[in-house]
């Protein structure tokens, strides 16, 4: 488990996924990974089963992803692996996002991104699944309200939230994480026993969700839906931050808009 606990413990984001590595010393085979997501029976929403190929640039990767199941993937490459990481934490979920990706691609191919792309991109790259059984928490981020959440709530930041990974360029990011590091967060409203599951029971559960709310008409269709997070104010996600004058850096703390999201609630 060298290897895994070298990735995984370099910041809390992205210990959920230590499940999902492996282990060894080293970059594991393609085949090793490509049996391990067969047996996990990884498909896309078209049906066909997920497999790992090299980018070769003949169709936009979306498009190639949804028709085919061929995921682009290149040998130790951190960022690619982190995404087949998150197909192993949520297949639901990012089969959806790819679904959601591929109808606003036919819908104008020639165009450009436009909102709706530009929002699931912006989640598939840099987002976060934030849970809380007290919405008062999701509203403080909503309002950017960094002081309030992460010293007046501190002890509830930790037992009554909690910040799970999805965006695989964030997850990379947090390798070496730096000041200002933000992730783009979907805000859930949960139960407390929901809050009390371990990594496997919480992915899976979430995976469901996610995957009904990304789905569903409507959503994502503008990247004003998603709450700016700066990782690193999180307790307990940086030691710096156990001093309360970290907080008064406004270049990571920004005040910023309001944003008007509803919770799903579980």
């Not at 413990?9 to 085949?31: I, K, N, T, V, Y």
């Not at 197909?87 to 790819?98: E, S, T, V």
């Not at 929002?119 to 909503?142: H, K, N, Q």
Request: aromatic share 10%; hydrophobic share 45%.
């Amino acid at each position: 488990m060298i290897w895994v606990n070298t990735v995984t413990d370099r910041m809390p984001l992205l210990a959920p996924l230590r499940q999902f590595a492996g282990s060894g010393s080293d970059w594991p085979p393609l085949e090793k990974l490509q049996a391990r997501m067969d047996a996990a029976g990884l498909r896309v929403a078209a049906g066909h089963p997920l497999r790992l190929v090299a980018p070769d640039g003949a169709q936009p990767y979306e498009q190639r992803l949804y028709e085919t199941g061929e995921l682009e993937f290149r040998e130790h490459n951190w960022h690619d692996w982190f995404n087949l990481m998150i197909w192993f934490a949520y297949p639901r979920a990012k089969a959806a996002l790819n679904a959601r990706h591929y109808a606003a691609w036919s819908a104008a191919p020639v165009s450009g991104r436009g909102a709706v792309r530009d929002a699931l991109t912006l989640f598939d790259e840099s987002g976060l699944v934030v849970l809380a059984d007290d919405p008062a928490l999701l509203a403080l981020i909503r309002g950017f309200e960094w002081k309030a959440l992460f010293l007046g709530r501190r002890a509830d930041c930790l037992t009554r939230m909690r910040v799970l990974p999805f965006g695989h360029a964030l997850c990379e990011k947090a390798m070496a994480p730096y000041r200002g590091i933000t992730g783009q967060a979907l805000l859930f409203e949960v139960t407390p026993q929901v809050l009390k599951l371990d990594d496997r029971g919480l992915l899976a559960a979430m995976d469901e969700q996610l995957a009904l709310s990304i789905a569903a008409a409507g959503s994502l269709a503008t990247t004003r839906e998603l709450a700016p997070l700066p990782v690193l104010g999180i307790p307990g996600w940086c030691a710096d931050n156990a001093d309360p004058a970290y907080y008064d850096d406004t270049r990571q703390f920004r005040s910023g808009r309001r944003l008007h999201l509803t919770e799903a609630r579980q």
